[in-house]
């Protein structure tokens, strides 16, 4: 029987990226949109709603960092622990790894620069002289991205995960097993 690894932090890693992208999807839903407001001086700026996108990004970003942690808190990042023994499992592995992390720097980076972009302009308070002026809100896709690559992460995380645990589980029984050996030395 194949090794397959533990189930709890299969289903672990699975539920904190599937929260990630859930708080993705609803900080693109309630990104911050400005309006022009006039004062009593007859100067026009623009006013901007809630800040409730930028809490949800920076919630996405949270469970996926706390997904890819306890993902690579218990496989050592592939580099402490058991070896991997040679074969398609530790190539897989070994792809699988490094596939993962540039997918999570990504979502990582859509993550915290729509969080940013979207505090920024909720706080920004800017006079309109122009005559056609439009208050800048941060744009469409910014979150969405964030999240495909958020699945993406996972996905690629299952994978790791399930080849790192049959490439480790395949070195183990390798240096368990008695090998047959033939004597070499000559008699005397």
């Not at 029987?1 to 693109?28: D, H, N, P, R, W």
């Amino acid at each position: 029987m194949e090794e397959k690894g533990s189930t709890l932090v299969q289903i672990l890693a699975v539920a904190l990226c599937l929260t990630a992208f859930g708080f993705a999807i609803a900080a693109e839903r309630r990104r911050s949109t400005g309006t022009i407001e006039t004062d009593k001086f007859n100067a026009t700026y623009c006013v901007y709603d809630s800040d409730v996108a930028t809490g949800y990004g920076v919630g996405a970003f949270l469970f996926l960092l706390s997904s890819q942690s306890l993902l690579m808190g218990v496989t050592k990042c592939m580099c402490f622990g058991k070896p991997l023994a040679p074969g398609g499992n530790r190539a897989w592995s070994i792809i699988y790894f490094a596939s993962s992390w540039l997918t999570f720097l990504i979502a990582e980076a859509c993550l915290i620069a729509g969080a940013t972009k979207n505090a920024y302009h909720t706080k920004y308070r800017h006079v309109v002289y122009a005559q056609n002026w439009t208050c800048e809100s941060l744009r469409k896709g910014v979150f969405i991205a964030g999240a495909v690559f958020v699945v993406f992460t996972m996905i690629l995380n299952v994978y790791y995960y399930m080849y790192f645990a049959k490439a480790t589980g395949q070195a183990a029984r390798k240096t368990n097993k008695p090998n047959p050996t033939v004597g070499m030395a000559g008699y005397a």
